[in-house]
């Protein structure tokens, strides 16, 4: 069974621009959640759907978003881009959520100049 | 929001040496994994574990939720282990989201 797929892997953007990472999660996976991490602040929670639906959000300014489709593959979207944004972003997916086992994917890597 | 506190925080070892990761948390969880994130970034699996004994080769991990704390066992390490080790919870006042501890950096030399 393949696990999750995250797309890019590794990309360069400039200040100001955005950037749409996608992550596509084990098959049979509804839960699926974001995270971001950083030398300074470690992991931490973007945010995480379930059937499309947003059940919880971490405290990111609004130019982080994130939406699900109905196939259950998910992208996260960051706007104006900050040098600060530059970090790895993680996907995980697992069953439901709460309580169930969680799986992540390879990330992508996103340096911002 | 729960706190998840991991040591040590740095561990260096012979190839061979067992090993013992330690994680607390300040609250009652509903999920408690461990990973092990490789050189390229990606968090490997290791345990499920909210409570109780689990093993998986040379590796264990041993969950005491009325105490707070998790320990992942290590023995006969070999250089393949060296990385990162994180501990996450997930509480009940804190649904679907995971919450890290800062990581264990363990080091093992041939």
């Known amino acids: 069974k393949a696990g999750v797929t995250q797309t890019p892997r590794y990309l360069i953007k400039t200040r100001g621009q955005q950037v749409t990472l996608s992550c596509s999660p084990i098959s049979g996976h509804r839960s699926v959640s974001w995270y971001q991490q950083t030398p300074g602040q470690g992991l931490q929670f973007l945010f995480e759907?379930?059937?499309?639906?947003?059940?919880n959000k971490g405290n990111f300014p609004g130019r982080f978003s994130g939406r699900q489709f109905s196939n259950s593959r998910s992208e996260m979207n960051v706007s104006t881009l900050e040098l600060g944004d530059s970090a790895l972003y993680l996907c995980?997916?697992?069953?439901?959520?709460?309580?169930?086992?969680?799986?992540f994917g390879e990330g992508s890597w996103l340096t911002v100049v | 929001g729960i706190q998840v506190e991991q040591s040590p925080p740095d561990l260096i070892l012979q190839e061979g040496a067992n090993s013992t990761l330690r994680c607390n948390f300040s609250d009652s969880v509903n999920n408690l994994q461990w990973f092990h994130q490789n050189p390229w970034g990606q968090l490997i699996n290791l345990f499920y574990?909210?409570?109780g004994t689990k093993q998986n080769g040379r590796l264990s991990a041993t969950t005491v939720a009325t105490e707070r704390y998790s320990l992942l066992y290590i023995s006969s390490s070999q250089t393949t282990d060296s990385g990162v080790y994180f501990c996450?919870?997930?509480?009940?006042?804190?649904?679907?989201?995971?919450?890290f501890g800062k990581g264990t950096l363990l080091t093992v030399n041939p």
């Open positions: 996450a919870v997930e509480s009940g006042g804190s649904n679907y989201k995971l919450t």
């Open positions: 759907y379930f059937s499309e639906t947003q059940r």
């Open positions: 995980a997916s697992s069953v439901q959520g709460g309580g169930n086992t969680i799986y």
């Open positions: 574990i909210p409570s």
